[in-house]
């Protein structure tokens, strides 16, 4: 079963039961449903009407949640700022790299599920990418038959509330970033904890911080938001999960 973690701006669908999970980091609201008979699980990340800002996100109780509630992979849905100058707005993207060199939560605390010492299971993940292969592919073709126009790089996490300065988007820029949000960091580094398959399909409404000459207009953002949701609802109704299943592709060397 596939679960979908959703942002700004996207917060249901049609039908869908909310459930509240209990899990050992705090409880997640998630909801349950049907999309063309296939049972899926969505998370709106922020919670009901945006009530969590990026910092205040229980992503280790949201991605536990996820696992336990029975989703055998996860898809982010995150609305992004673009770095990269030549790629245009209200764009589909598809992350291939993860920057998310601090690994810490919004509280500080390092992002992990293996926070317990001695517990059972406890290791370190070995990655060749955060983003699973198959499901990234799966997700640009069900993406590409919509809009022919996704953008595929690397994504990074930066802490917020606030934006980037100027600055700090110039040094992002420098280490290779194409595009950038509050949250997907740590839900690709727990999913993966959790041998959970991931990827993050993106949508660009607008540029960061000194990219352009002029920050992006708010009417156009709004728009763009818009069209993030279309785009996103768009591909819950079109991706599948193979009869096989997506196989994990990273190894988690326990201690048992």
């Not at 979908?4 to 209990?22: A, K, M, N, Q, V």
């Not at 699980?41 to 949201?62: K, T």
């Not at 802490?159 to 820029?173: C, D, H, M, Q």
């Not at 991931?198 to 949508?203: E, I, N, V």
């Amino acid at each position: 079963m596939i679960a979908y973690l959703t942002g700004s701006g996207f917060y249901d669908l049609p039908e869908f039961e909310p459930i509240e999970r209990e899990t050992r980091f705090g409880t997640a609201w998630l909801l349950r449903g049907k999309v063309n008979g296939v049972e899926t699980l969505l998370l709106p990340r922020h919670g009901p009407q945006h009530r969590y800002l990026p910092h205040q996100i229980n992503h280790r109780a949201n991605l536990l949640a996820l696992k336990e509630a029975g989703a055998t992979a996860v898809v982010s849905c995150s609305v992004c700022g673009i770095l990269n100058p030549d790629w245009p707005l209200a764009t589909p993207l598809l992350a291939t790299d993860l920057y998310f060199p601090e690994n810490r939560l919004g509280d500080g605390q390092c992002c992990t599920v293996f926070d317990r010492p001695g517990e059972p299971g406890r290791g370190h993940l070995l990655a060749g990418s955060l983003f699973h292969t198959k499901l990234s592919q799966a997700v640009r073709a069900a993406m590409d038959g919509h809009d022919p126009q996704t953008q595929s790089g690397t994504y990074a996490h930066v802490s917020g509330p606030r934006f980037n300065t100027v600055s700090e988007i110039k040094a992002l820029r420098t280490a290779g970033v194409d595009f950038l949000s509050q949250t997907c960091g740590p839900e690709a580094v727990l999913a993966n904890e959790l041998e959970l398959p991931y990827a993050l399909a993106a949508f660009g409404i607008d540029y960061a911080n000194g990219v352009q000459n002029m920050p992006t207009p708010i009417e156009v953002l709004n728009n763009n938001l818009a069209a993030a949701k279309e785009t996103f609802v768009r591909l819950i109704q079109t991706l599948r999960e193979p009869t096989e299943g997506f196989t994990f592709e990273n190894f988690v060397y326990r201690f048992e």
